[in-house]
T-cell receptor
Framework: RKEVEQDPGPFNVPEGATVAFNCTYS??????FFWYRQDCRKEPKLLMS???SGNEDGRFTAQLNRASQYISLLIRDSKLSDSATYLC???????????FGAGTRLTVKP | GAGVSQTPSNKVTEKGKYVELRCDPI?????LYWYRQSLGQGPEFLIY????????DSGLPNDRFFAVRPEGSVSTLKIQRTERGDSAVYLC???????????????FGAGSRLTVL
């Protein structure tokens, strides 16, 4: 079993739609969680950290469920510019060693 | 520097040759990571440095791969006897590991695209 698993998609949604991605992780000792965004042929960039109580940044909401060992990302009112691959990132064994999921590809269409 | 710098940006080599990829992290970042990414896949962990030492090298696929960070800043990923399957984008990232809010937040370089013919 992979340490971090994501549904690869692709998710194809119209502008204005709400879309949610889930990510599961296998290491119960993990304590740091992030969502990164990667545009085609570019490097990954931090989208947002995921905090225990859940957190929101504009149209983006991240949540953590420790009991079930998954994190989620919700995007409201999708924009064309949201089209990208979204990567789930979890630390390994509660240290600074960061592991990535395979990514979920989102395409927002007019 | 202001960001993470990787050189070369592109490298084409022949099967069996030796390759070095360089990463210059953000000044002051103690943690440095190497990942490998193939088309349509997420970044695959290779090795993680804390200062000069490799804190975790469990992701290195075999003994043809080796990485160093002798002074705790610049790192070099070395690949011996390259194979066609080594073709990928090699990504380097750095982060601070203090108690600040930036801990564990990775900043990536633009990557080194390796093509083995």
């Amino acid at each position: 079993r992979k340490e971090v698993e994501q549904d690869p998609g692709p998710f194809n949604v119209p502008e204005g739609a709400t879309v949610a991605f889930n990510c599961t992780y296998s290491n119960s000792a993990s304590q740091s969680f992030f969502w990164y965004r990667q545009d085609c042929r570019k490097e990954p960039k931090l989208l947002m950290s995921v905090y225990s109580s859940g957190n929101e940044d504009g149209r983006f909401t991240a949540q953590l469920n420790r009991a079930s060992q998954y994190i989620s990302l919700l995007i409201r009112d999708s924009k064309l510019s949201d089209s990208a691959t979204y990567l789930c990132v979890v630390n390994h064994d509660n240290n600074n060693d960061m592991r990535f999921g395979a990514g979920t590809r989102l395409t927002v269409k007019p | 520097g202001a960001g993470v710098s990787q050189t070369p940006s592109n490298k084409v080599t022949e099967k069996g040759k030796y390759v070095e990829l360089r990463c210059d992290p953000i000044s002051g970042h103690t943690a440095l990571y190497w990942y490998r990414q193939s088309l349509g896949q997420g970044p695959e962990f290779l090795i993680y440095f804390q200062g000069t030492g490799a804190a975790d090298d469990s992701g290195l696929p075999n003994d043809r791969f080796f990485a160093v960070r002798p002074e705790g800043s610049v790192s070099t990923l070395k690949i011996q006897r390259t194979e066609r399957g080594d073709s990928a984008v090699y990504l380097c990232a750095s982060s601070s590991t203090g108690g600040d809010s930036g801990a564990n937040v990775l900043t990536f370089g633009a990557g080194s695209r390796l093509t083995v013919l």
